[in-house]
């Protein structure tokens, strides 16, 4: 980013109230994914202001939280990037919408939002976060249209690459359905980024490697490595307590890390190695409570393969 624009951009993550997603809203399964509990993974999700019972779809006729999402984005970017100004001297932003599928609502909601972000100073575009089974062509020409004058970014769950696996983690789609997602962002040159968590109930490191080479082989430009955490209200956490399921240790993941790290060719950018959460939330593993940690620990194992970051 900086050698592209010539400033040090960062992203500007927000959650807004309203959004959900069609496996926790019953449209393709109910419950949600095994391992989520949005608050736990979004920091600007305010837990007063995320409805519980109800929520947008594509479906939706009527918006009554517009005002408020519109209200929310304008507060959280401002606070955010002040912070990220102090900490880091950020100079430009990417607004990130991060919590839910950023594209389940209907299309007006969406373009008011998107262009609302792209309004604010400094702002030089969007990475959206969101599901393969949530994009349509219209919107993805919207984006498209977009990208022409600035940095548009779609990021898709993608998970793992194993449709037994997705089933297991109640994903509610397949690897095609993802597959056929990034090759449509890709037509209209959209830049799409993949999230893999290493970890998975009943996955071994080859198939975690298998994941991010079938992602690479379908064109995703950027990944998001997660070692699998667990947190409470969640289905894992009942595994866990039951014990019916571990989560990996460090090591294992560190190593499955470096190994996905170096077979990525030169043309894909990595942008997460770590994920965790530092409070009362998390059940295990205890090493996914402290980022600094966590980074460092990635850090010295890449150096010991001549890596740098």
């Not at 959650?15 to 509990?37: K, Q, R, W, Y």
């Not at 479906?59 to 102090?86: A, R, V």
């Not at 393969?132 to 498209?144: F, N, R």
């Not at 039951?242 to 996905?260: Q, W």
Request: aromatic residues 10%.
């Amino acid at each position: 980013m900086r050698e592209k624009f010539g400033y040090k951009i960062y992203k500007v993550p927000i959650s807004l109230p309203g959004f959900t997603c069609p496996n926790i809203d019953g449209s393709v399964a109910i419950g949600g994914c095994t391992f989520c509990e949005n608050e736990s993974f979004s920091p600007n999700l305010g837990k007063s202001i995320q409805p519980k019972k109800t929520g947008l779809s594509h479906f939706s006729t009527h918006n009554p939280f517009l005002e408020t999402q519109l209200l929310t984005l304008e507060s959280q970017f401002d606070k955010t990037t002040i912070k990220l100004t102090k900490k880091f001297k950020a100079e430009k932003f990417l607004v990130y919408f991060q919590s839910f599928s950023n594209t389940y609502a209907p299309f007006e909601t969406l373009k008011a939002l998107y262009e609302k972000a792209l309004s604010f100073e400094n702002v030089v575009g969007l990475s959206i976060g969101t599901r393969s089974d949530c994009v349509d062509e219209k919107l993805l020409d919207y984006l498209a249209q977009l990208s022409k004058k600035y940095e548009i970014w779609i990021e898709f769950g993608i998970q793992s690459a194993f449709d037994d696996t997705l089933a297991k983690i109640n994903r509610g789609h397949n690897f095609a359905s993802i597959e056929e997602a990034v090759l449509a962002c890709k037509k209209r040159g959209l830049k799409v980024c993949g999230h893999l968590i290493f970890g998975l109930p009943e996955e071994d490191e080859n198939m975690m490697l298998e994941s991010v080479k079938k992602s690479i082989d379908i064109g995703i430009d950027s990944f998001k490595f997660h070692p699998l955490y667990i947190v409470k209200n969640t289905a894992l956490a009942n595994d866990v307590r039951n014990g019916k399921f571990s989560p990996m240790s460090e090591e294992k993941f560190l190593a499955i890390l470096i190994k996905a790290i170096k077979i990525l060719p030169e043309n894909i950018s990595v942008q997460r190695v770590s994920a965790g959460v530092d409070d009362e939330t998390l059940i295990a593993p205890q090493w996914c409570k402290i980022k600094h940690s966590q980074i460092k620990n990635v850090r010295t194992k890449l150096l010991e393969e001549e890596l740098v970051y």
